[in-house]
C-alpha cells in the first residue's frame, strides 16, 4: 500500500524530505503542503509541484492525505501533532519533537487514543559514523566499553529561528537531540546521572556550546560536546573499551581502531619514560609489538531513507517501528535534566 504526504512547515528541512523521499521512496506521494510564508509557498508550487494549502485545517479535512510531516519552528510541533492526528493522519515530526517532555506526553497520549502512527525524524540513526561505532562494539572489535565520546565541532554561528528561545533554538535543541539520541540508543539501560554545561558566547537567549556527562547504570560513561565555537575540532567519535581504543575522525570516516596485540601479554611497565614534565610508569608509551592497528569496519547498503522505509513498512504491518514516541521521550526526559543541571550547576539523578 503507498501513502500521501501533506507538509506543515516547508522550509529548508522540508526540501530535504521532498528530493529523498521522491528519488528513494516510491510508496510515498508528496502532494501538498502549508507554510506561513508566501514565499516558501511559492517555492512549493513553482519548484517542488504540489498543491499549496490555506491553512492547516484545510490538510485536516483532506481524506486524501494519510501522513503529515511537521517541519516548522519547534514551537509549533506539538499543537500540530496533536490536530493532525486528531483528524486521522499518522504523523513524522522533525525533532526535537516538543519543547519539554511534558509536551511530548500530550503529544503521546492522543497518538494512543487515536491509534495514529507517531515518529520522529530521528534520521541520524543511519549516520555511517555512529553505524560504525555500533558494529565496533556488537562484532566485538572492541570489548567491555567504559567511556565514549560524541562531538561535532564548527565555527559557524546560529541563524534564523534557531537564535530564539522562545522558538526552541539554541544548539541542544537543534543537534544535540540528535547525538544524545544516538547515544541512548546504543548503550544499554538507564541513564542514572546528567551533568551539563551549557555555554551562550555569542548571545544571552540560547546556547551555542554545550558539554553534557552522561552516566549509565552499567557504569559506562558518555559526553556529548557541541559547539559553533571551535575552530580546531577534535574526533567525531573517541570509544574506548578494556581491550583498546576507536576513533572516528569526520564524517568521511577517517580514523583507526588500535588494540592489544595479546590480551594475556605480560607486564612491561618496570621501565621509566623520562619527559619534560618529569618521569612517568603510568603513561609509558606502549612497545609497538603490544598493539595492533585495525581499520575502521565498513558499512554498506545504508541511508537516511532507510527511515522511511521502515515507516511504510510499519505501516503496511511488516515491520516493528524503529524511532518510536517512547525513544523519544526518553530523549527529551535527558534535554530536560540538561536544562536543569545548567541551572543549578549541579549533577542531575535521573533514572530515565
Known amino acids: 500500500m503507498s501513502f500521501k504526504m501533506a507538509i506543515i512547515g516547508m522550509g529548508g528541512m522540508a526540501g530535504w524530505h521532498v528530493s529523498n523521499i521522491r528519488e528513494y521512496i516510491p510508496d510515498i506521494a508528496i502532494v501538498g503542503g502549508y507554510d506561513v510564508r508566501e514565499e516558501a509557498n511559492t517555492k512549493a508550487r513553482d519548484e517542488w509541484g504540489i498543491k ?13 492525505i494519510d501522513i503529515v510531516l511537521i517541519a516548522t519552528t519547534n514551537d509549533a510541533h506539538k499543537d500540530y501533532s496533536i490536530k493532525c492526528m486528531q483528524a ?3 504523523v513524522i515530526c ?15 497520549a492522543v497518538a494512543k487514543k487515536t491509534g495514529k502512527l507517531f515518529s520522529v525524524h530521528q534520521n541520524r540513526r543511519w549516520d555511517k559514523d555512529y553505524l560504525t561505532v555500533r558494529k565496533i562494539l556488537a562484532d566485538g572489535l572492541l570489548n567491555n566499553l567504559h567511556s565514549i565520546e560524541s562531538r561535532v565541532h564548527g565555527s559557524r554561528p546560529l541563524y534564523g529561528w534557531r537564535l ?13 537531540i540528535h547525538l544524545l539520541d544516538q547515544l541512548i540508543d546504543l548503550i544499554p539501560g538507564k541513564v542514572i546521572s546528567v551533568q551539563a554545561h551549557l ?31 571551535c575552530y580546531i ?31 594475556n601479554e605480560p607486564d612491561w611497565t618496570e621501565n621509566l619514560l623520562y619527559t619534560a614534565a618529569g618521569p612517568t610508569r603510568i603513561m609509558l608509551p606502549r612497545p609497538k609489538d603490544t598493539t595492533i592497528e585495525v581499520s575502521l569496519p565498513e558499512i554498506v547498503g545504508t541511508h537516511w531513507t532507510d527511515y522511511y522505509k521502515n515507516i511504510v513498512d510499519t505501516l503496511n504491518g511488516k515491520a516493528e517501528l524503529i524511532v518510536t514516541g517512547e525513544q523519544a521521550l526518553r530523549v527529551m526526559k535527558v534535554i530536560d535534566a540538561v536544562f536543569e543541571s545548567d541551572r543549578t550547576g549541579a549533577a542531575i539523578t535521573t533514572g530515565i
Open 52 to 64: 499549496v494549502y490555506m491553512s492547516p485545517e484545510e490538510i485536516y479535512a483532506d481524506s486524501n
Open 233 to 263: 575540532p577534535l574526533p567525531r567519535w573517541h570509544v574506548s573499551c578494556e581491550d583498546g581504543t576507536a576513533v572516528i575522525d569526520d564524517w568521511e570516516l577517517g580514523g583507526k581502531i588500535v588494540k592489544q596485540a595479546d590480551p
Open 94 to 108: 522533525e525533532k526535537p519533537v516538543a519543547m519539554d517532555a511534558p509536551e511530548l506526553e500530550e503529544i503521546l
Open 164 to 176: 530564539f528561545k522562545q522558538n526552541g533554538g539554541g544548539l541542544l535543541l537543534d543537534w544535540g
Open 199 to 229: 555555554h551562550k558566547v555569542h548571545g544571552q537567549e540560547v546556547d551555542d556550546s554545550f558539554t553534557v556527562l552522561l552516566r549509565f547504570e552499567n557504569g559506562v560513561s558518555g559526553m556529548v560536546s557541541i559547539s559553533t565555537t
Open 88 to 90: 486521522g493522519k499518522h
